[in-house]
Nanobody, 117 residues
């Protein structure tokens, strides 16, 4: 069973930066195209960015383009989300999972990102 564990969230002022990490563990004999999602209070979960197995970004949400960058280190089974110029509207719980084009894996607990104005 593949598992994901997200980390790196926290409280930051508007304009600040955070780097989220997603460790993929368990049965990882194959690489997966991965994604970051987020869910703000009272809103549906939305797709933020996706990355293929080779490390190419394949999708970025319009509202985070130019500010967020997804990347991966396959040797460490880790996917990252670098978030710069954070805004209060980026406040959410952030989750990683498979690129939804290819299916899903069990959801982790996510990591809380709170941006103060």
């Amino acid at each position: 069973q593949v598992q994901v564990v997200e980390s790196g969230g926290g409280l930051v002022q508007a304009g600040g930066s955070l780097r989220l990490s997603c460790l993929i563990s368990g049965r990882t004999s194959g690489l997966y195209a991965m994604a970051w999602f987020r869910q703000a209070p009272g809103k549906e979960r939305e797709l933020v960015a996706t990355i293929n197995t080779s490390g190419r970004t394949t999708y970025t949400l319009d509202s985070v383009k130019g500010r967020f960058t997804i990347s991966r280190d396959n040797a460490r089974s880790t996917v990252f989300l670098q978030m710069n110029s954070l805004k209060p509207e980026d406040t959410a719980v952030y989750y990683c999972n498979r690129d939804p084009t290819y299916g899903s894996m069990p959801w982790g607990r996510g990591t809380q990102v709170t941006v103060s104005s």
